[in-house]
Nanobody, 125 residues
């Protein structure tokens, strides 16, 4: 299991912004599609966004236009910039890595082999 470490979660009011970060070992990061998923209690883990290269990324419809995923290959960190947050964005957010680097980017949890521990994001109304 590759250690992925998320940070940046917290409590924010609706309409606010947060930026999540996920650090990965360099050998994993440079060879992987990096993704973000989220999960609320009692529900399935759902895809949020993923990035393979600067020109190849994918987003869930529910976050398009509000969230931006990016990666810093020099630092081996993937970011999720979340703007205009809504109460329904409240969840535990997980970072994940897919070492296969497939195109199109896969969006199901089963396609990602390595996971972080998650960071809580709470959006108050």
């Amino acid at each position: 299991q590759v250690p992925l470490v998320e940070s940046g979660g917290g409590l924010v009011q609706a309409g606010g912004s947060l930026r999540l970060s996920c650090a990965a070992p360099a050998y994993t990061f440079r060879s992987s599609t990096m993704g973000w998923f989220r999960q609320v209690p009692g529900a399935e883990r759902e895809f949020v966004a993923a990035v393979l290269t600067i020109n190849s990324s994918a987003y869930a419809d529910s976050v398009k236009g509000r969230f931006t995923v990016s990666r810093d290959n020099a630092k081996s960190i993937v970011y999720l910039q979340m703007n205009n947050l809504k109460p329904e964005d409240t969840a535990v957010y997980f970072c994940a890595a897919d070492s296969r680097r497939l195109v199109p980017i896969r969006t199901t949890p089963g396609d990602f082999g390595d996971w972080g521990q998650g960071t809580q994001v709470t959006v108050s109304s």
